[in-house]
């Protein structure tokens, strides 16, 4: 393995990250051009079938010009983790180094792309029987009574989890009650401690796309909108016509395609109690604070290359990170 930043052969994994808004996509499609390599998509919700234009994934011309992988292949209702995304997108990586030399992994999920390219700990996944409970538990008491019994067993999780996020909290307190060990008056459960710390498997260079931010949010707003024109409102109306008829339908929806940014609020909006304006304001803002989550993200990752990509069109932006490449493997 290859400790970040540390050269190694020929052979490289390159990960492009950014805000979503950025112009991933676009760069990917010129990059795994320039690179003779395929994309290899790192997006917890693209994965998924059933909301290609609220997820935005590749177009249908962007992937035709060039192959995208992990893209569209869950079914509506599963649950993925970085751990299990990590798993099916390695054999990918082994595939592309060995017969073109590149990997290209591309996407705004951070901690999947760091599960890919390097070892990480993670605790044991929960019994689904454990989650149910806790997930009953949240719609009868409220998502605060949750979030107290898990300030009470790990005040860390607890702080670093939106109290009003019952995904995040029943995932955390099923992980804490599971695994959780009591050694005196201290309790521990089993973190991610190597989180920013990896050690790669292969030489690995990721970069960063950045833009100034009134550019990159005015990209947002102008996407939010041709998503609602272009028929986001009625995937989602098909997702749970096919799914959500159901009070355990709906909560197996928060645990898979659910968590996409906006289904809540299209869903509200198809039971009457939002307007397709307010919809769109905050669909907007959700997605504005999602993309400054990201960035922070990315700007912890150790040695990713931080590109403004102001004024640049994505063939020069891949030929820059193509030159790049090229100069970590001289």
Same mark, same amino acid.
């Given at each position: 393995m290859v400790r970040a930043?540390? +050269?190694?052969?020929?052979?490289?994994?390159?990960g492009v990250l950014g805000p979503t808004g950025v112009g991933k996509t676009a760069v990917g499609v010129e990059l795994a051009a320039m690179l003779g390599t395929r994309v290899i998509s790192c997006d917890s919700l693209q994965i998924y079938r059933g909301l290609p234009i609220l997820t935005n994934q590749p177009s249908g011309a962007e992937r035709c010009g060039v192959r995208h992988e992990m893209v569209g292949i869950a079914e509506p209702l599963e649950e993925w983790s970085a751990a299990q995304y990590a798993r099916a997108v390695?054999?990918?990586?082994e595939q592309d180094l060995e017969t073109g030399g590149a990997a290209l992994l591309v996407g705004g999920t951070g901690l999947y792309m760091r599960a890919a390219v390097a070892p990480l700990a993670a605790p044991p996944p929960?019994?689904?029987?454990?989650?149910q409970e806790l997930e009953a538990r949240a719609a009868i008491e409220g998502p605060a009574a949750l979030h107290?019994?898990?300030s009470r067993l790990d005040p860390a999780a607890a702080a670093a989890? +939106?109290?009003?996020?019952v995904r995040r909290l029943v995932r955390a307190l099923a992980v804490v009650k599971t695994s959780v060990s009591v050694e005196g008056d201290e309790v521990r459960w089993s973190g991610r401690s190597d989180l920013w710390d990896p050690i790669y498997y292969h030489h690995t260079m990721l970069v960063g796309l950045t833009l100034p931010r009134t550019e990159l949010y005015a990209r947002i707003n102008l996407r939010t909108q041709h998503m609602l024109q272009q028929g986001a409102v009625a995937e989602v109306a098909a997702i749970l016509e096919q799914h959500g008829r159901t009070e355990e339908g709906r909560r197996a929806l928060?645990?898979?395609?659910?968590?996409?940014?906006g289904f809540r609020l299209l869903a509200a909006h198809l039971e009457g109690e939002m307007s397709l304006e307010e919809v769109e304001e905050k669909l907007s803002a959700a997605t504005r604070a999602y993309a400054r989550r990201q960035l922070t993200w990315m700007r912890k990752m150790p040695g990713v290359v931080i590109m403004s990509i102001c004024g640049l069109g994505p063939g020069a932006v891949a030929a820059d990170i193509v030159a790049q490449v090229r100069a970590g493997n001289e």
């Amino acid at each position: 393995m290859v400790r970040a930043g540390v +050269d190694a052969a020929s052979q490289m994994v390159v990960g492009v990250l950014g805000p979503t808004g950025v112009g991933k996509t676009a760069v990917g499609v010129e990059l795994a051009a320039m690179l003779g390599t395929r994309v290899i998509s790192c997006d917890s919700l693209q994965i998924y079938r059933g909301l290609p234009i609220l997820t935005n994934q590749p177009s249908g011309a962007e992937r035709c010009g060039v192959r995208h992988e992990m893209v569209g292949i869950a079914e509506p209702l599963e649950e993925w983790s970085a751990a299990q995304y990590a798993r099916a997108v390695r054999p990918l990586i082994e595939q592309d180094l060995e017969t073109g030399g590149a990997a290209l992994l591309v996407g705004g999920t951070g901690l999947y792309m760091r599960a890919a390219v390097a070892p990480l700990a993670a605790p044991p996944p929960a019994p689904r029987v454990l989650q149910q409970e806790l997930e009953a538990r949240a719609a009868i008491e409220g998502p605060a009574a949750l979030h107290a019994e898990l300030s009470r067993l790990d005040p860390a999780a607890a702080a670093a989890i +939106d109290p009003r996020n019952v995904r995040r909290l029943v995932r955390a307190l099923a992980v804490v009650k599971t695994s959780v060990s009591v050694e005196g008056d201290e309790v521990r459960w089993s973190g991610r401690s190597d989180l920013w710390d990896p050690i790669y498997y292969h030489h690995t260079m990721l970069v960063g796309l950045t833009l100034p931010r009134t550019e990159l949010y005015a990209r947002i707003n102008l996407r939010t909108q041709h998503m609602l024109q272009q028929g986001a409102v009625a995937e989602v109306a098909a997702i749970l016509e096919q799914h959500g008829r159901t009070e355990e339908g709906r909560r197996a929806l928060e645990r898979g395609i659910g968590k996409a940014i906006g289904f809540r609020l299209l869903a509200a909006h198809l039971e009457g109690e939002m307007s397709l304006e307010e919809v769109e304001e905050k669909l907007s803002a959700a997605t504005r604070a999602y993309a400054r989550r990201q960035l922070t993200w990315m700007r912890k990752m150790p040695g990713v290359v931080i590109m403004s990509i102001c004024g640049l069109g994505p063939g020069a932006v891949a030929a820059d990170i193509v030159a790049q490449v090229r100069a970590g493997n001289e």
